[in-house]
């Protein structure tokens, strides 16, 4: 490096001296010329600027100038010639405009010396692409027979674009590398500090933002939105990339080293300005191919040799959900859930695995290529076994249950179950069942429908019908009892529509049709009986003042009744009373006579007593003992007759009061021929 510094000072003190020389020359015999001709020309340009009008127009010195003797002219021609020919040829003038960058060309040199194998920069005096450029101004040294002076505009970048270089000199690219490492070259304008310092032949890691710049483009190819066809490049890859307010850019890297196994994303590497500076972020460790860090919402000077940006829309949590978030990449999964809960594993945030710490309703920055965002919803949900599907869509494969009953009728049930999942409890159900769509087929379809499988089993399909309220409850506890070990809370369950068979429901509707015309029926028996009631009560209304005698004449009649029935209770009594007092007697008066009977019997005896007896009454009562009309048998046919004549007869000429009954006449008794006896009583008397 040294000997290369002092060769380019011993050129630039060789060319310094050459130039001095020439210059000198060039003075003096331009000197001589001037010299000789200055007086003519001042004095005729002065007599002709005497004698123009006041007015000096450019046509007007144009005129005064064709005026100078032609004697004149080749002087000055000779002269002007001499001026510009002698630096050029000999002193090796090169000026380069303001905004102008002169690429130089070596032809040859003295000593013969030629670029090392595979280079393409001369950086030590070689033959060929110098590696130094001219910047704007006299430049003298460079003469044309040993040099070339290309001038080339200098680089603008306009605002909002950037730049990029390919560079055909340099150092091979390492095989995991493609891109050229960025090195201290004062943004690729110092070709030589570029090759010295390591630079790497290629496309380059580094660009250009907005801005001017001075460039070898012997060595430097830039590309820019203005040629970017030209490269196989669309223009806005060269714009400045922006990322819109509501997304989120996922990046993928196209250079560095390859993502460990097992791995699927590189890790954040810090202090590369989100991908601006590609250097810092290869130096620091960083991974080629998707990135774990995410391009938030700005403008970002990117490279699109080295990053791809993929937009996403940020991640949006709406109200009445929160975000459980499955992390695919991240720190070694630590289980924090707890010995108590044994069927999933939680998680730190930044960790691999389910955060134990759900997102919030709102709008998040997430890399959904790397993370899983299992949206829960912490209202009721409900979930319906029918034809009826909820905006969430979770109960989309539910159908009605067909359950069979104990006395073996198939029918169908519609159900409703109304569930709650905590905002801290999502992520251990999540953990449990990976999604809430899961949630619905793993655990709530078989538990529910299982359920009334069995239940149904227990009653006939009338009894599920008349009790459906009870089978609700029951069902409501057995559920929330079941649920309640998934982290999940049964708000309710309600039994819907109830299908059973064709034929049983048609004869229910017939006998519940007959009730419904008995109550008919009845309804118009009670119409009627209010008719007539009405009627009733009209008639009444009319003959008020008549009921009210009526009523009147009721109460009395009641007044006197119930004085009859305490008259004739009283009489009763007496007449009980005097019925006593007479039983009493007579009970006496027996009691005295069969006394009397009783000595008579032991003194005559029973036979002797009862003929003495018969006797008395006989004579006491004037029993006669033989008839007034005696029938017989011997009087012929007549003796019936004549005998009924003689009892009416009788009768006739009988006392008022005195009646006499015929003795119906009795067959002769054979008692040694002798007739029987035939006693009348009469009626009074007996």
Same mark, same amino acid.
């Given at each position: 490096?040294n000997?290369a510094?002092?060769?380019?000072?011993?050129? !630039?003190?060789?060319?310094?001296?050459?130039?001095?020389?020439?210059f000198?020359?060039?003075?003096?015999?331009?000197?001589? +010329?001037?010299?000789?001709?200055?007086?003519?020309?001042?004095?005729?340009?002065?007599?002709?600027?005497?004698?123009?009008?006041?007015?000096?127009?450019? %046509?007007t010195?144009?005129?005064?100038?064709?005026?100078?003797p032609?004697?004149?002219?080749?002087?000055?021609?000779?002269?002007?010639g001499l =001026?510009?020919i002698?630096?050029?040829?000999f002193?090796?003038?090169?000026?380069?405009?303001?905004?102008?960058v002169?690429?130089?060309?070596?032809?040859?040199?003295i000593?013969g010396?030629?670029?090392?194998?595979?280079?393409?920069?001369?950086?030590?005096?070689?033959?060929?692409l110098?590696?130094?450029?001219?910047a704007?101004?006299?430049h003298?040294?460079?003469?044309?027979w040993?040099?070339?002076?290309?001038?080339?505009?200098?680089?603008?970048?306009?605002?909002?674009?950037?730049a990029?270089?390919?560079?055909a000199?340099?150092?091979?690219?390492?095989? @995991?590398? +493609?891109?050229?490492?960025?090195?201290?070259?004062?943004?690729? &304008?110092d070709?030589?500090?570029f090759?010295t310092?390591?630079?790497?032949?290629?496309?380059?890691?580094?660009?250009?933002?907005?801005g001017t710049y001075?460039?070898n483009?012997?060595l430097?190819?830039?590309?820019?939105?203005?040629?970017?066809?030209?490269?196989g490049?669309?223009? @806005?890859?060269?714009?400045v990339?922006?990322?819109?307010?509501?997304?989120?850019?996922i990046?993928t890297?196209l250079?560095?080293?390859p993502?460990?196994?097992g791995e699927?994303?590189?890790?954040?590497?810090p202090?590369?300005?989100?991908y &601006?500076?590609?250097?810092?972020?290869?130096?620091?460790g960083?991974?080629?191919?998707?990135?774990?860090?995410i391009?938030?919402s700005?403008?970002w000077?990117?490279?699109?040799?080295?990053v791809?940006?993929?937009?996403?829309?940020?991640t949006?949590i709406?109200?009445?959900? *929160?975000? *459980?978030?499955?992390?695919f990449v991240?720190?070694?999964?630590?289980?924090?859930?707890?010995?108590?809960?044994t069927?999933?594993?939680?998680?730190?945030?930044g960790h691999?695995?389910?955060?134990?710490?759900?997102?919030?309703?709102?709008?998040?920055p997430?890399?959904?290529?790397?993370?899983?965002?299992?949206?829960?919803?912490?209202?009721?949900?409900?979930?319906?076994?029918?034809?009826r599907?909820?905006?969430?869509n979770?109960d989309a494969?539910?159908?009605?249950?067909t359950?069979?009953?104990?006395?073996?009728?198939?029918?169908?049930l @519609?159900?409703?179950q109304?569930i709650?999942?905590?905002?801290?409890?999502? %992520?251990?159900?999540?953990?449990?069942v990976g999604?809430?769509q899961?949630?619905v087929?793993h655990?709530?379809?078989?538990?529910i429908?299982?359920?009334?499988r069995?239940?149904?089993?227990?009653?006939?399909?009338?009894?599920?019908?008349?009790?459906r309220s009870e089978r609700?409850?029951?069902?409501?506890?057995?559920?929330?009892?079941?649920?309640?070990?998934?982290?999940?809370?049964? +708000?309710?369950?309600?039994?819907?529509?109830?299908q059973?068979?064709?034929?049983?429901?048609?004869?229910?509707?017939?006998?519940?049709l007959?009730?419904?015309? !008995?109550k008919?029926? @009845?309804?118009q028996?009670m119409?009627q009986?209010?008719?007539?009631?009405l *009627?009733?009560?009209?008639?009444?209304?009319?003959?008020q003042?008549?009921?009210?005698?009526?009523?009147q004449?009721?109460?009395?009649?009641?007044?006197?009744?119930?004085?009859?029935?305490?008259?004739?209770?009283?009489?009763a009594?007496?007449i009980?009373?005097?019925? +006593?007092?007479e039983?009493?007697g007579?009970?006496?008066?027996?009691?005295?006579?069969?006394?009397?009977?009783?000595?008579?019997?032991?003194?005559?005896?029973?036979q002797?007593?009862t003929?003495m007896?018969?006797?008395? =009454?006989i004579?006491?009562?004037?029993?006669?003992? =033989?008839?007034?009309?005696? *029938?017989g048998?011997?009087?012929?046919n007549n003796?019936?007759?004549?005998?009924?004549?003689?009892m009416?007869?009788?009768?006739?000429t009988?006392?008022?009061?005195?009646?006499?009954?015929?003795?119906?006449?009795?067959?002769?008794?054979k008692?040694n021929?002798i007739?029987?006896?035939?006693?009348? =009583?009469p009626?009074?008397?007996v």
């Amino acid at each position: 490096m040294n000997n290369a510094q002092g060769s380019f000072k011993q050129r !630039q003190s060789n060319k310094i001296l050459n130039f001095t020389t020439s210059f000198l020359a060039a003075l003096a015999l331009a000197g001589s +010329i001037q010299t000789a001709n200055a007086s003519p020309v001042q004095k005729e340009t002065t007599n002709t600027i005497a004698t123009a009008p006041i007015e000096i127009t450019q %046509p007007t010195k144009t005129a005064t100038i064709a005026q100078i003797p032609t004697g004149g002219v080749v002087p000055i021609v000779v002269l002007g010639g001499l =001026i510009i020919i002698l630096p050029l040829f000999f002193g090796g003038l090169v000026v380069i405009g303001e905004r102008e960058v002169g690429i130089v060309v070596k032809k040859f040199t003295i000593a013969g010396k030629g670029l090392p194998a595979g280079r393409l920069i001369a950086l030590n005096g070689e033959a060929g692409l110098q590696a130094d450029t001219l910047a704007p101004g006299w430049h003298w040294g460079y003469f044309p027979w040993q040099y070339a002076v290309k001038k080339e505009s200098v680089v603008v970048v306009p605002q909002g674009e950037i730049a990029l270089i390919v560079a055909a000199d340099g150092s091979p690219n390492p095989p @995991e590398r +493609i891109l050229g490492k960025v090195v201290l070259c004062d943004n690729f &304008q110092d070709a030589r500090k570029f090759l010295t310092n390591g630079g790497e032949k290629g496309r380059q890691m580094g660009f250009l933002t907005a801005g001017t710049y001075r460039i070898n483009t012997a060595l430097f190819k830039v590309i820019m939105a203005s040629n970017a066809v030209q490269h196989g490049m669309a223009p @806005e890859q060269l714009k400045v990339y922006q990322v819109a307010g509501d997304k989120v850019g996922i990046v993928t890297t196209l250079d560095g080293l390859p993502i460990p196994g097992g791995e699927i994303a590189g890790p954040i590497i810090p202090g590369h300005d989100n991908y &601006q500076n590609p250097q810092k972020f290869l130096d620091g460790g960083g991974r080629r191919g998707l990135q774990e860090q995410i391009l938030l919402s700005g403008s970002w000077n990117l490279n699109p040799w080295f990053v791809e940006v993929e937009q996403v829309p940020m991640t949006e949590i709406p109200i009445g959900y *929160v975000g *459980v978030v499955i992390s695919f990449v991240g720190k070694a999964h630590e289980d924090v859930s707890g010995a108590a809960f044994t069927h999933g594993n939680l998680v730190n945030t930044g960790h691999k695995g389910v955060w134990v710490e759900p997102l919030y309703p709102g709008k998040h920055p997430v890399n959904t290529r790397i993370m899983k965002i299992e949206k829960v919803p912490t209202t009721n949900i409900v979930l319906n076994w029918s034809g009826r599907t909820e905006r969430h869509n979770y109960d989309a494969k539910l159908g009605s249950l067909t359950v069979r009953s104990r006395d073996g009728f198939a029918f169908d049930l @519609e159900i409703a179950q109304i569930i709650h999942v905590g905002a801290l409890d999502a %992520p251990k159900v999540i953990s449990r069942v990976g999604s809430m769509q899961n949630l619905v087929d793993h655990v709530l379809e078989p538990t529910i429908g299982n359920y009334f499988r069995n239940s149904a089993q227990d009653y006939t399909v009338l009894d599920f019908l008349s009790a459906r309220s009870e089978r609700q409850s029951e069902a409501a506890e057995y559920i929330k009892a079941a649920l309640r070990s998934y982290d999940v809370q049964a +708000i309710d369950t309600l039994i819907g529509d109830i299908q059973p068979p064709g034929e049983l429901m048609q004869t229910q509707i017939d006998r519940k049709l007959a009730e419904e015309k !008995q109550k008919t029926y @009845e309804v118009q028996q009670m119409a009627q009986t209010q008719r007539q009631q009405l *009627v009733r009560e009209t008639a009444l209304a009319e003959i008020q003042e008549e009921m009210v005698k009526s009523e009147q004449s009721v109460k009395i009649a009641e007044l006197k009744a119930n004085a009859q029935i305490k008259q004739a209770t009283g009489e009763a009594e007496a007449i009980k009373l005097k019925a +006593i007092g007479e039983a009493e007697g007579i009970r006496a008066t027996g009691n005295a006579k069969a006394e009397t009977y009783r000595a008579g019997v032991e003194a005559l005896g029973s036979q002797g007593y009862t003929a003495m007896q018969m006797m008395q =009454i006989i004579g006491d009562r004037n029993v006669r003992l =033989i008839p007034d009309v005696l *029938v017989g048998a011997n009087n012929g046919n007549n003796g019936l007759v004549d005998g009924l004549l003689s009892m009416i007869l009788w009768n006739q000429t009988a006392k008022p009061n005195e009646v006499h009954y015929p003795v119906p006449p009795q067959p002769p008794a054979k008692t040694n021929g002798i007739p029987p006896l035939s006693i009348e =009583i009469p009626k009074d008397r007996v």
